[in-house]
C-alpha cells in the first residue's frame, strides 16, 4: 500500500519527472523499487534513467534493450565517456559514486534525458545534499519505509521534504520478489505485487501540483 502527500509550487524549467527513491531506517527494496517505477516511465522509443547513487555492482547491458534505452545510453556515453551506463530492457542505468562528485555526475547527466523521466536511487545520507543541488531540482519523493518501526522517522522526513514543496509517497512494503527482478532487468511486470498505478502516476506527472 502507498500513502501519498505534499503539493507545492515547486518551480523547475520544463522537462520530465524527476523523483528521488530512497529507504528510511532498515527497510528493503528501495533499488527495486526505483526500478519498477522507471520501467512504468518508460515506453519503446523513450526510456526512464535510472541513476543509481547507492553503493553496489556495475550494471550491464541486457541482450534486450529497447531502441530507446540504446539510443539513451549512447548519448550518455557520448557526453560523459567515462559514466557507468548501460541500457537494460526498457530503461537506461547509470552508476555514480555515492560521494559530492556522484551529485555532480547526476547533474550533468540530466540534460540528455531530455523529455523522459530520471529516476534517482539514493542513500539515506544524500538525500539533502541532492537537495541542495540547484541544477538537479527534483519533482517528486518515493520514501521505501516500514512503519511498524519507523513512522515517526518517515512523518519527519515527509514534513521537511513537503515543505521544500515537493510531492511525497510513501510505500509501506517493498514490491514482489518477481516483480523485483524483472524490474532491476528492465521489464515492467503488471502482476500483482508491482507499484499502484495511482502511486506512479501522481509521481510521474511532471507538472501536477
Request: glycine letters at 8%.
Amino acid at each position: 500500500m502507498s500513502g501519498l502527500a505534499g503539493d507545492g509550487a515547486f518551480d523547475r524549467p520544463p522537462g520530465g519527472p524527476v523523483v528521488l527513491v530512497a529507504r528510511v531506517g532498515a527497510a528493503t527494496g528501495s533499488k527495486a523499487t526505483a526500478a519498477a517505477l522507471a520501467c512504468v516511465a518508460s515506453d519503446s522509443d523513450r526510456a526512464a534513467l535510472l541513476v543509481d547513487l547507492d553503493a553496489g555492482r556495475a550494471p550491464r547491458s541486457t541482450l534486450v534493450a529497447t531502441v530507446g534505452a540504446r539510443e539513451l545510453e549512447e548519448r550518455l556515453v557520448a557526453h560523459l565517456p567515462d559514466a557507468t551506463v548501460a541500457s537494460r530492457g526498457r530503461i537506461c542505468h547509470l552508476q555514480v559514486s555515492p560521494r559530492p562528485e556522484g551529485i555532480e555526475r547526476v547533474a550533468a547527466a540530466l540534460p540528455l534525458v531530455r523529455e523522459s523521466a530520471c529516476i534517482l536511487h539514493l542513500p539515506p545520507a544524500l538525500l539533502r545534499p541532492l537537495l541542495d543541488q540547484a541544477r538537479i531540482r527534483p519533482t517528486a519523493v518515493l520514501l521505501r519505509a516500514d512503519l511498524a518501526s519507523d513512522r515517526a522517522l518517515t512523518a519527519l522526513a515527509a514534513c521537511d521534504l513537503m515543505m521544500r514543496g515537493l510531492r511525497v509517497a510513501v510505500l509501506k512494503r517493498p514490491i514482489a520478489w518477481i516483480t523485483a527482478r524483472a524490474a532491476l532487468c528492465g521489464v515492467r511486470s503488471t502482476v500483482s505485487g508491482a507499484l499502484p498505478q495511482r502511486l506512479c502516476e501522481r509521481l510521474l506527472d511532471a507538472g501536477a501540483r
